[in-house]
């Protein structure tokens, strides 16, 4: 049986986070610039072009494109095969944040209790761990460090299997518009569909982690995310909400498996600073 | 593109300035602003409930909606970016009505707060969204001044050099989001396609 040891993963996860914080993915810089060249808009231009140059600063300076670093969420999949030693994936990870966040000058927004004391807990951790056991021996682990202003105007809705298509399209559009220009568009939009209440959201926020742009493997999902992404982009709400053509650069689904009376819905909004990275070990 | 006249003003800014500003004019901001978040909001207006004196004085002051990233050794400040200004909407109102100026963020605001902003003369700027390195590099200086409990939340004292912003809501209730919203919204009816 493959082992590896935990400080492996400790080193990974916190290369990982400084990563994911300076150096923004060729798939989103890319949607950016072309979002800036089909731009009609001259605030939409403006701000375009000092995303463009944010992206260029970041990498440079080793600075990060965002303060908020972001909620650590990590998509783990483990090899059944695969032995850990010496220590606890869930520690090894967490001290893979701590480190990151603190060697990194990254910003450390998570609290400790939700509602009442809102304590910082002043190392960013815990981390959003999401684990998958995989066949095989292997380890890949990604981040995606998940801004709150982007977080915060997404949503969830059961609806009704009479919904169907039209009810999707809407649930999605109504929080479209009711987020506007609160999460720093042009938005990405991670869509879940199905499973349950509590998987729908996973997809919602696993949907963020395809290379952006890139559209689902079944064509009726594939046609659904271009119809919502022309749709979100006669909005007119544009970048930063200012007004113009691109409020959003994609529309990612993932769909499951459902129960024959749900159809669950979840719409992650991400922001155009859609950080994202991913190593095999 | 088109050439706009970027209007240079020097903060704290004068009521004057206040008045003569409208929503879609670009504007370079140098002097000194006040970060404050979430949590700062909340200590500073239950401070203003009870009439106890306010701890540091924001009269005729603009608050920057950010949390900075820690600085690096060298610089006066990590990323500093604005946060989504919606959030501090519960909290706006009173703090416009003891005296504060203008908010520097991101995003729509709540009626009650353009409201308040027509009533006690106050200017809300847009600065861009998700550019925390690019904003950066117009802080010169920068002091933690309140709540240093808070972490990223705490009140900062900053000196800013040319801080680029958009007049996102004047004090007459101009609002550059519906505007343009409007003007590049297309509704299916004049869909060519």
Known sequence: MREISADIITKAVETLCLQAAYDLGADVEKLIREALAKEESAFGIRILENIVNNIEIARREEMPICQDTGLAAMFIEIGQDLHIKDGFITDAINQGVRQGYEKGYLRKSVLADPLFSRKNTGDNTPAMIHYDIVPGDGLHIAILPKGGGSEGVSALKMLRPADGVEGVKKFVMDTILEAGGKPCPPIIVGIGIGGSMDKVAFLAKKALTREAGTHHSDPRYASLEQTLLKEINKTGIGPNGLGGRNTALAVHIEDYPTHMACLPVAVNVNCHAARYKEINL | ?193
Do not use: W
Request: charged share 20%.
């Open chain 2, 1 to 193: 593109m088109d050439q706009v006249a970027i209007k240079k003003l020097n903060t704290p800014l004068t009521q004057e300035d206040v008045l003569s500003l409208r929503a879609g004019d670009i504007v370079s901001l140098s002097g000194t602003i006040y970060t404050g978040r979430d949590a700062a909001h909340k200590r500073l207006v239950n401070t203003l409930k009870k009439g106890d004196p306010m701890p540091i004085d924001l009269t005729g002051q603009l608050i920057y909606y950010a949390g900075p990233c820690p600085a690096k050794p060298g610089h006066p400040i990590g990323s500093v970016g604005p946060t989504t200004s919606a959030r501090m909407d519960p909290y706006t109102p009173l703090l416009l009505e003891y005296g504060l100026r203008g908010m520097i963020g991101k995003g729509p605001r709540a009626k009650q707060v353009v409201e308040a902003m027509k009533q006690y003369g106050a200017v809300y700027f847009a600065a861009v969204g998700g550019a925390g390195a690019l904003i950066a590099e117009c802080v010169k200086s920068a002091e933690i001044v309140l709540y240093e409990d808070l972490g990223p939340e705490a009140i900062y004292k900053l000196g800013i050099e040319d801080l680029v912003c958009v007049v996102a809501i004047d004090t007459y209730g101009n609002n550059q989001y519906e505007i343009g919203k409007s003007e590049y919204s297309i509704h299916d009816e004049e869909d060519s396609e």
